[in-house]
């Protein structure tokens, strides 16, 4: 089982094709998210790799959302050389001047940071070479698999906290079961006493036996009404397919299989609850529902 919540960074250094020594820093974080949600930071050196990185991250961590966030810092070999596009520049000023026209003295230039304004200075370009980029990409991997780990750290304790839930679910089912038993088996034990004075009875008139046979007839409804095996066999079996899911180390994504069962074993709880009128029961039934919500908590951060 694997979190979707983690943290990872790394720290590498490459030379350039141009001799230039850069040092990289590599942060990746990742977050619960219904899908996989990739989002790229990084110089536009890196530009073109995004969709070759993010094809890796899917592949690894298979969902959440993912912050990828690369930093550089040049070496003592630092020959990076700024250039003012002066073009886009004077069209910056026109824009500035078309402002300033319309809306006049509430307008000033001085606030305009020159400096951020996008492509107005651009640096040499630098490529990257063939085995420069293999190795960065290894240390990209390397990265990303130290947070698969760090996930799956996070998801073993996750695991741990469900099983003792289910654990405490099926406790309680199976107490459940047995004051269930007892119950039915004390209605029986009245319906037939119920039986056995009816026949052996004299009825003064067809209405006073009519009225009797009713009262026969409710206590064997009664206990059909409130017997619950059915759904104490079907949430049995959610929970064996439950256990399965948790101890799955396939590696697949099991968050939504969960999420299906939980469901069912859900609906099963309710139902014995609207069919028991006994205190102990219904009280267990509570209980039950309370941790599979925990148990639906927890499932929101896993793979």
């Known amino acids: ?27 990746i974080k990742s977050v619960n998210s ?3 949600e990739f989002n790229f930071r990084a110089p536009s050196l890196f530009s073109s790799f995004e969709n070759e990185i993010a094809s890796m991250a899917k592949l690894t961590l298979k969902r ?3 912050v990828f966030s690369i930093d550089i810092k040049s070496g003592k070999n630092d020959n990076e050389n700024p250039q003012l596009n002066t073009t886009l ?6 824009i500035v001047e078309k402002i300033k026209n319309v809306a006049q003295e509430s307008f000033d230039a001085k606030s305009i940071n020159w400096l951020a304004l996008p492509k107005l200075v651009n640096f040499d370009s630098v490529e990257m070479s063939e085995e420069n980029k293999k190795n960065l990409f290894a240390f990209f991997h390397s990265t990303l698999e130290n947070l ?10 996750t695991c741990a906290d469900i099983k003792k839930s289910l654990e405490k679910i099926k406790d309680l089912s199976q107490k459940v079961k047995e004051i269930n038993a007892i119950e039915l088996e004390e209605l029986k034990k009245n319906f037939e006493q119920k039986k056995k004075e009816f026949f052996a009875q004299t009825f003064e008139n067809d209405i006073t036996r009519q009225a009797e046979e009713r009262k026969i007839h409710d206590l064997e409804i009664g206990m059909s009404k409130i017997d619950i095996n059915e759904e104490v066999v079907r949430s049995k079996m959610h929970q064996e397919s439950l256990e399965k899911l948790i101890n799955d180390n396939s590696g697949n994504e099991i968050a939504k299989k969960i999420d299906f069962t939980l469901q069912e074993m859900v609906r099963e709880t309710n139902t014995t609850c609207a069919k ?28």
Request: some cysteine; overall charge neutral.
């Open 34 to 36: 219904r899908f996989f």
């Open 148 to 157: 698969k780990n760090v996930r799956d750290t996070e998801g073993n304790k």
């Open 89 to 94: 520049l004077s069209q910056y000023v026109d």
């Open 276 to 303: 028991t009128v006994n205190y102990e029961i219904s009280s267990r039934c509570i209980d039950i529902k309370y941790e599979l919500e925990k148990i639906k908590e927890h499932i929101q951060n896993i793979v």
């Open 64 to 66: 959440g959302k993912v």
């Open 1 to 27: 089982m694997q979190s979707m919540t983690g943290f990872a960074n790394g720290k590498t250094t490459i030379n350039l094709s141009s001799q230039q020594q850069v040092e990289i820093n590599l942060e």
